[in-house]
Nanobody, 119 residues
Framework: QVQLVESGGGLVQAGGSLRLSCAASGNIVSISHMGWYRRTPGKERVLVAEITDRGAPRYDDFVKGRFTISRDSAKNTVFLQMNSLEAEDTAVYYC?????????????WGQGTQVTVSS
């Protein structure tokens, strides 16, 4: 089994910054993709950013230039630095990892962390 533990959410004023972290642990041989999704009430979960095991990032157009994703592969941890936050960034943020346990590959999700941006 694999567990993902997120931290770093909270309340911030518009224009401020937050840094999310997510650490994966458990039966892990390798992790190819790590990333972040977010969901607002009444809407589906959407991709915010993801990063491959080679460090190649991908961003949703709405966060490009404001958010930066990075990872520490040695610690199975992914980070999301969020700058110039806007009220529209308010959501529950979920991290995920695409994990290979030596037998098969599966995606795992964190419990979600609330980010609230006040305008």
């Amino acid at each position: 089994q694999v567990q993902l533990v997120e931290s770093g959410g909270g309340l911030v004023q518009a224009g401020g910054s937050l840094r999310l972290s997510c650490a994966a642990s458990g039966n892990i041989v390798s992790i190819s993709h790590m990333g972040w999704y977010r969901r607002t009430p009444g809407k589906e979960r959407v991709l915010v950013a993801e990063i491959t095991d080679r460090g190649a990032p991908r961003y949703d157009d709405f966060v490009k230039g404001r958010f930066t994703i990075s990872r520490d592969s040695a610690k199975n941890t992914v980070f999301l630095q969020m700058n110039s936050l806007e009220a529209e960034d308010t959501a529950v943020y979920y991290c995920y990892s695409l994990v290979n346990n030596g037998v098969y590959t599966s995606d795992y999700w964190g419990q979600g962390t609330q980010v609230t941006v006040s305008s």
